[in-house]
T-cell receptor
Framework: GGIITQTPKFLIGQEGQKLTLKCQQNFNHDTMYWYRQDSGKGLRLIYYSITENDLQKGDLSEGYDASREKKSSFSLTVTSAQKNEMAVFLC??????????FGPGTRLTVL | GDSVTQTEGQVALSEEDFLTIHCNYSASGYPALFWYVQYPGEGPQFLFRASRDKEKGSSRGFEATYDKGTTSFHLRKASVQESDSAVYYCALDNTNTGKLTFGDGTVLTVKP
């Protein structure tokens, strides 16, 4: 089996601040994803990457950047955090087109 | 664009009750359909998928049948347990790239 690690578990930032979330997987999966989960809502795709150095925008990419430095890691940057923004950011990986394996999430709070 | 609608936002049952969570989709083409389950403090976990009309997916006593005619993939379980309490998400992949569209989720609470 494998595991997805997300750091940090909790992230508190100030309005306007640039914040970076990190994700590592040891499944050796090609494809990795970043989702945003708001309370009472489904998951919305921010970015995904089908191979190292590839980036594809999801439905919610505005206000975010992503980087796939190597096959096992995928970072997400909130370019300018918005006040009262609170959500859980979930990273996932998969063999392309197959079921996705999710990490435990990073909970973001912006003061 | 593609969308997934889960009718029930919350479902409250007692142990051994029968569960149905309704999922309807709107998509062009022939999407793959999924169910995921999320326990508190964890990321979603894959339950099962179905890729063609009349195909049944199942896992851990849960099941759903792909119905292209009614564009539905309803989740059912004959006898729920307290440990089934979680949030259940229906999702579709219409591109075969893993780009999933999720429903809003259904919170299932099972009382002993």
């Amino acid at each position: 089996g494998g595991i997805i690690t997300q750091t940090p578990k909790f992230l508190i930032g100030q309005e306007g601040q640039k914040l970076t979330l990190k994700c590592q997987q040891n499944f050796n999966h090609d494809t990795m994803y970043w989702y945003r989960q708001d309370s009472g809502k489904g998951l919305r795709l921010i970015y995904y990457s089908i191979t190292e150095n590839d980036l594809q925008k999801g439905d919610l990419s505005e206000g975010y950047d992503a980087s796939r430095e190597k096959k096992s890691s995928f970072s997400l940057t909130v370019t300018s955090a918005q006040k009262n923004e609170m959500a859980v950011f979930l990273c996932a990986s998969s063999i392309t087109g197959e079921e996705q394996y999710f990490g435990p999430g990073t909970r973001l709070t912006v003061l | 664009g593609d969308s997934v609608t889960q009718t029930e936002g919350q479902v409250a049952l007692s142990e051994e009750d029968f569960l149905t969570i309704h999922c309807n989709y709107s998509a062009s083409g022939y999407p793959a359909l999924f169910w995921y389950v999320q326990y508190p403090g964890e990321g979603p976990q894959f339950l099962f998928r179905a890729s063609r009309d009349k195909e049944k997916g199942s896992s851990r006593g849960f099941e759903a049948t792909y119905d292209k005619g009614t564009t539905s993939f309803h989740l059912r379980k004959a006898s729920v347990q307290e440990s089934d309490s979680a949030v259940y998400y229906c999702a579709l992949d219409n591109t075969n790239t893993g780009k999933l569209t999720f429903g809003d989720g259904t919170v299932l609470t099972v009382k002993p």
